[in-house]
């Protein structure tokens, strides 16, 4: 059993938020049935307290929101600010929920770092399940969680052309820079990095790493791997190798340092 996550619901819709928190309630489903601690705000103000106590595991983010509310413009650009925010500022997981048109707006927040873009009008059984979904690959990112867990590896370390890769921490290295990846980046570096022939597929891709029911659409692994090469500025050898699979090149395990 998994344990339950703090979510933070952020959204000035309160009719919206308050459908999405019952979703996410609902011992019907997976996630409700590990009885969240949920909490809704209305404003970015008040988010930023959230932020810097930093104790929550998701947020759930709407993109049209003000700083204060009756104060300032709605507009999505503010919210997108917030989202780089708690991806660069925290271990937590990200899900925009916004009614905007996720062919327009969701692959420039997943490349930021986002694990996940939901819009408004889609049903509240498939928002539950996406959150359990981020909820698994979180606790899968952090060291102090992950015993047990398939493909965990937590405290394994790798170099992968000049980056360094400790599994269960989101930040990547190099000589000159570092990168904080999502948890779902995170989960798919650890699968590639940890798998005897470093190589994946888009249905081990969506099954083994995001954890989805294979029933279900699959997230597209091309689209995923293009959003990777990018936040690394192609300084990753990730690569085609026919039949549909991607293979991490020069790949190779460290000695942990203390």
Same mark, same amino acid.
């Given at each position: 059993?998994?344990?339950?996550?703090?979510?933070?619901?952020?959204?000035?819709?309160?009719?919206?938020?308050?459908?999405?928190? %019952?979703? @996410?309630?609902?011992?019907?489903?997976?996630?409700? +049935? @590990?009885?969240?601690?949920?909490?809704?705000?209305?404003?970015?103000?008040?988010? +930023?307290?959230?932020?810097?106590?930093?104790?929550?595991?998701?947020?759930?983010?709407?993109?049209?929101?003000? =700083?204060?509310?009756?104060?300032?413009?709605?507009?999505?650009?503010? !919210?997108?600010?917030?989202?780089?925010?708690?991806?660069?500022?925290?271990?937590?997981?990200?899900?925009?929920?916004?009614?905007?048109?996720?062919?327009?707006?969701?692959?420039?927040?997943?490349?930021?770092?986002?694990?996940?873009?939901? =819009?408004?009008?889609?049903?509240?059984?498939?928002?539950?399940?996406?959150?359990?979904?981020?909820?698994?690959?979180?606790?899968?990112?952090?060291?102090?969680?992950?015993?047990?867990?398939?493909?965990?590896?937590? !405290?394994?370390?790798?170099? /992968? !052309?000049?980056?360094?890769?400790?599994?269960?921490?989101?930040?990547?290295?190099?000589?000159?820079?570092?990168?904080?990846?999502?948890?779902?980046?995170?989960? /798919?570096? %650890?699968?590639?990095?940890?798998?005897?022939?470093?190589?994946?597929? =888009?249905?081990?891709?969506?099954?083994?790493?995001?954890?989805?029911?294979?029933?279900?659409?699959?997230?597209?692994?091309?689209?995923?791997?293009?959003?990777?090469?990018?936040?690394?500025? !192609?300084?990753? =050898?990730?690569?085609?190798?026919?039949?549909?699979?991607? +293979?991490?090149?020069?790949?190779?395990?460290?000695?942990?340092?203390?």
């Amino acid at each position: 059993m998994f344990p339950s996550p703090r979510i933070l619901i952020v959204d000035d819709d309160l009719i919206h938020a308050s459908a999405v928190k %019952r979703a @996410l309630r609902a011992p019907i489903t997976a996630i409700g +049935r @590990l009885k969240c601690e949920i909490d809704i705000v209305d404003d970015l103000n008040s988010a +930023r307290i959230y932020l810097q106590d930093d104790t929550i595991d998701i947020y759930f983010l709407d993109l049209n929101i003000s =700083e204060k509310v009756g104060e300032g413009p709605l507009h999505a650009e503010v !919210g997108k600010a917030f989202v780089r925010d708690v991806v660069r500022t925290t271990n937590a997981g990200v899900i925009v929920c916004s009614s905007y048109s996720a062919a327009t707006e969701a692959s420039g927040l997943l490349e930021d770092g986002a694990d996940d873009y939901v =819009e408004k009008n889609s049903g509240l059984d498939t928002i539950a399940a996406r959150t359990l979904s981020v909820w698994r690959r979180v606790l899968h990112s952090r060291p102090n969680n992950s015993k047990g867990m398939k493909h965990a590896h937590t !405290g394994r370390t790798f170099a /992968f !052309g000049g980056w360094r890769f400790v599994v269960g921490n989101r930040i990547i290295t190099n000589a000159s820079t570092s990168i904080r990846v999502s948890a779902t980046e995170h989960a /798919f570096l %650890r699968y590639l990095c940890a798998i005897e022939d470093h190589a994946i597929n =888009e249905e081990i891709f969506n099954i083994d790493v995001l954890d989805r029911d294979r029933h279900k659409t699959p997230m597209r692994l091309d689209n995923f791997v293009h959003r990777l090469r990018k936040k690394f500025d !192609g300084e990753i =050898e990730l690569t085609s190798q026919g039949g549909g699979f991607y +293979r991490l090149l020069n790949v190779r395990e460290l000695k942990a340092t203390l």
